[in-house]
């Protein structure tokens, strides 16, 4: 099933990888602060909501992790987050200082 993918360069689509990046880059597959994309929770392809900030999450794009090294949006690829791996840490990056 091909995806139409222009959602990706649509001014929507920036606009709101931009608010999802401001309120944090904590990467939603590994879980270290630094990302600097936003992916679908779950993939379009799959069902999920293009536009939708609760189905859309901060991710390190192609230069991948600078903490764990990980490539996280393409190990992610076009699988849901429930079927990644995710890496769990000694530190919360969630919380604040």
């Not at 606009?15 to 679908?40: E, K, M, N, P």
Request: aromatic share 4%.
């Amino acid at each position: 099933m091909a995806t139409d993918r222009s959602e990706l360069t649509s001014y929507q689509w920036r606009q709101l990888r931009a608010r999802i990046l401001a309120a944090s880059d904590v990467c939603v597959v590994c879980g270290h602060g630094g990302s600097d994309t936003a992916d679908h929770l779950v993939p379009v392809s799959k069902g999920g909501a293009r536009l939708d900030p609760a189905n859309v999450a901060p991710i390190h794009g192609v230069n991948g992790c600078p903490v764990c090294l990980r490539k996280c949006n393409s190990e992610k690829s076009d699988r849901p987050l429930s079927d990644v791996v995710q890496l769990h840490t000694s530190v919360d990056w969630f919380a604040g200082p």
